[in-house]
């Protein structure tokens, strides 16, 4: 069982920076991949960013390449999403996941989900 928790999330004018983070209790933190996921008000939950469980492989969605940027600590059960540039598009609720593997976690066969983080760009 894997128990996720995002914090970090809050206001920030169009430009600015936000780095979420991810709390993961649990033993097994490190055998999963992990990913973020976000949801703006009428719209479907989007994959954004998911890295494997070793940190070695990273995946975006085309929307934030090199604005974004993911990483773990397996150490401390703790992954980031470090957001650059944001923009008034990138507002939504921003989800933590985790999948046996990050093809999983891309076709949204998530197996846990942290409760969300509210990110909101003003212009």
């Known amino acids: 069982q894997v128990q996720l928790v995002e914090s970090g999330g809050g206001l920030v004018q169009a430009g600015g920076s936000l780095r979420l983070s991810c709390a993961a209790s649990?033993?097994?933190?490190?055998?999963?991949?992990v990913g973020w996921f976000r949801q703006a008000p009428g719209k479907g939950r989007q994959f954004v960013a998911g890295?494997?469980?070793?940190?070695?492989?990273?995946y975006w969605a085309d929307s934030v390449k090199g604005r974004f940027t993911i990483s773990r600590d397996n150490a401390k059960n703790t992954v980031y999403l470090q957001m650059n540039g944001l923009e008034p598009e990138d507002t939504a609720v921003y989800y933590c996941?985790?999948?046996?593997?990050?093809?999983?976690?891309?076709?949204?066969?998530?197996?846990?989900w942290g409760q969300g983080t509210q990110v909101t760009v003003s212009s």
């Open positions: 890295i494997s469980t070793s940190g070695a492989n990273t």
């Open positions: 649990g033993r097994t933190f490190s055998s999963y991949a």
């Open positions: 996941a985790a999948a046996v593997t990050i093809s999983r976690l891309r076709i949204v066969a998530v197996d846990y």
